[in-house]
């Protein structure tokens, strides 16, 4: 059972690695506002690929440890439901913690994906010095790539860990 919902997540996975690729395909014929507004559409749809493969791992855990009907919907619900002693959950919390880990790369991305992008400033010729820089997460193709590879990584070694029993 916890073998299909590996397939799920690492389903989830391969898409939201195919949307990354599209974002960093290059077509000429295409125009440029036209160019970005599929880059945009390709990370964002990435990103929510990768927060579902995320919310599919928490239930995967949870089947694996014959919870059969529940689906957690955070790892706090996870952690209330196993318990922090798991060896699983024990991982990912200290990784919910751990800045740069993936799993807060996801946070921060899942934050920034369900806010309103913030109010630019307007030059003017008195802030005409001022250097405009994104804030928030990396949303770079190479760190979505980066944080894929990551969260694939821990469902494979969690789908190894659980099958050779």
Sequence with gaps: MASQ????????L????????????????????????????????????????????LVMIARLYQQKNEEPESLSALASLLGTELPEVAE??????????????????ET????????????????????????GPDRSTPALNTLLDALKQFADTLEDRHSEW
């Design 14 to 57: 391969f898409l939201a690695r195919t949307l990354v690729r599209l974002a960093d395909s290059d077509t000429n014929a295409e125009a440029d506002s036209y160019r970005a507004l599929q880059r945009e559409a390709a990370i964002q749809g990435a990103i929510e690929l990768s927060l579902r493969a995320r919310k599919l791992l």
């Design 112 to 135: 920034s994906q369900g806010r309103p992008p913030a109010a630019r400033k307007t030059v003017s010729a008195e802030n005409i010095i001022a250097i405009s820089a994104e804030s």
């Design 5 to 12: 919902w590996h397939s799920l997540v690492s389903q989830k």
């Design 92 to 109: 990912l919390l200290a990784l919910e913690h751990q800045p740069g880990s993936w799993w807060n790369h996801l946070d921060q991305l």
